[in-house]
């Protein structure tokens, strides 16, 4: 259990109707429940109580500069830390009661001013503030119904700003590939974008929330009108200089010969392009098949082997055990060595400054991913945080026999029930971003979160808290070989 400070008594005591006269708040103690309420978004969610503890505190400070007698201040500080506590605690209930509306509007924070209409973006926060104000007045029934106007104004800033954000870019890439005559040069290509963009402009009209789907489907349309207007610029190319034709059949020539030579095959020229391609699949397949082949020799060998061994040691189960025990750590170094190897090739995908990358001594491979950062009290994935979530699915990739876990992780800011759904909600964001992006895997992502129970470092500090808000994206490896043998490969190595 992690250390709280003092004024948290005050807190519970304060909450229950009783006083808290057992010992007199330091300067500390109230600047440090400030700093939670501040953590916790209080200036956002109950900026009433939180501009009272501000105010109460610096009356405090300025009476000690001057000094001001004692129970002048010991009664400020106490004032402070007690509407500090208020805060916290509105803040948190109003954080997990309008978890939605809170959600929505950060999705539009986040899109930035540059994607946010400044008329729709106005109303919206006057109406959030007026739900903030009648939750910190108590008054949940007003606040419901203010919460019902302040969501569809935001719905509506939400469409305007997706659209900006993720339609808009689609529809630019699909016209400059039209300009570019893709409609006659890569026709199949150009169909998919428009496909795209058609697709991303319905699931923002009617789901603006679904912001990594929009963004996904995003990137295939910008993907696709790129193809085509790559296909097409090399269509005017060969069109206005015929004789590249020759060069690029050429090229193209010399680089299947190359994977011919790799693959030991012959590949006769006279073969149309698409038989010569034909040939190349099928010899990687035979040597996909024949590795199988030689792997599954080598486990009944080494089976065989084993109960030889155990035969003639006499003692069939002590052996057994043994050798079980054996074959174990056998399998965890062979998969800590592969794990390595493979980890060699992450280097390439993650800056060191936004991913941590870790091997366990069970072999398990973990992503920490230190600049995915949530707004606090928030499952929201920031947009930015997009493109790190794609290269985790590239490295996932690098793993496809192993299973995959979701894990949240919170500071010690707010109660064990507030955080440790809080680290429920953005493990299962990430789980749902992953799974929009890479459905082969959906049965074997599992989403897990540990609030607050384990942290990485002091949860003391500003830079401590900060490290133990964290998600962790963890492969994990096969505990016996058993089960190493019962997991299908699934992603595309």
Not at 307 to 335: H, P
Not at 390 to 403: G, Y
Not at 430 to 452: C, F, I, R, S, W
């Amino acid at each position: 259990m992690s250390f709280r400070p003092s004024y948290l008594l005050v807190i519970c005591l304060s909450l229950l109707g009783t006083s808290y006269t057992a010992s007199a708040t330091t300067l500390d103690e109230a600047s440090q429940a400030i700093a939670e309420a501040e953590a916790l978004r209080a200036a956002e969610f109950s900026p009433g109580h939180f501009n009272s503890a501000k105010k109460s505190l610096q009356q405090a400070r300025t009476l000690l500069r001057k000094g001001g007698n004692n129970p002048k201040v010991r009664a400020l500080l106490d004032e402070s830390a007690d509407r500090a506590s208020q805060a916290s605690h509105a803040s948190q209930a109003f954080s997990q009661n309008f978890s939605k509306l809170v959600e929505s509007r950060d999705r539009l924070k986040l899109a930035g001013d540059e994607y946010t209409r400044d008329d729709l973006g106005e109303r919206s926060e006057k109406e959030f503030s007026r739900v903030v104000e009648a939750a910190e007045d108590g008054n949940m029934k007003k606040a419901k119904r203010e919460a019902s106007h302040a969501r569809d104004t935001l719905n509506a800033a939400q469409i305007v700003a997706a659209r900006e954000q993720f339609s808009r870019p689609v529809a630019k890439a699909v016209a400059n590939a039209r300009n570019n005559k893709a409609r006659d040069y890569s026709p199949k290509a150009l169909k998919e974008a428009i496909t795209m963009q058609k697709k991303v402009q319905s699931l923002i009209k009617y789901d603006p929330n679904a912001q990594a789907q929009a963004y996904a489907l995003s990137q295939q349309g910008q993907k696709s009108a790129a193809h085509a207007k790559a296909i097409a610029d090399q269509g005017i190319k060969l069109r206005k200089k015929p004789h590249l034709v020759e060069v690029w059949v050429d090229a193209s020539n010399a680089r299947m010969e190359i994977l011919a030579t790799a693959l030991g095959i012959q590949l006769d020229s006279s073969l149309s392009s698409e038989m010569q391609l034909s040939l190349l699949k099928q010899a990687i397949k035979d040597m996909q098949g024949e590795y199988q082949a030689q792997l599954a020799d080598a486990n009944k060998q080494s089976r065989d082997l084993t109960k030889k061994l155990a035969k003639y040691e006499g003692d069939m189960a002590s052996m057994e055990g043994e050798l079980a025990a054996m074959a174990e750590i056998r399998l965890k170094l062979q998969l800590k060595r592969e794990a390595e190897a493979k980890i060699k090739r992450l280097t390439k995908l993650f800056d060191p400054k936004d991913v941590e990358v870790l091997l366990t001594p069970d072999a398990d491979v973990i992503f920490r991913m230190k600049t995915l950062n949530f707004l606090s009290g928030s499952a929201v994935i920031p947009p930015q945080a997009y493109a790190l979530l794609d290269n985790a699915i590239k490295s996932i990739d690098i793993f496809p026999t192993r299973s995959v876990r979701i894990e949240g992780h919170t500071d010690f800011m707010g109660t064990n029930e507030y955080n440790q759904d809080l680290s429920e909600r953005r493990a299962n964001a990430v789980k749902g971003y992953l799974n929009q992006n890479m459905p082969e895997y959906t049965n074997q992502l599992d989403a897990v979160g540990h609030g607050e129970e384990k942290p990485i470092a002091n949860n003391e500090t500003s830079e401590g808290r900060t490290k133990n808000r964290r998600i962790d994206i963890i492969l994990v490896a096969p505990r016996t070989a058993a089960e190493a043998a019962a997991q299908p490969e699934i992603g595309s190595n």
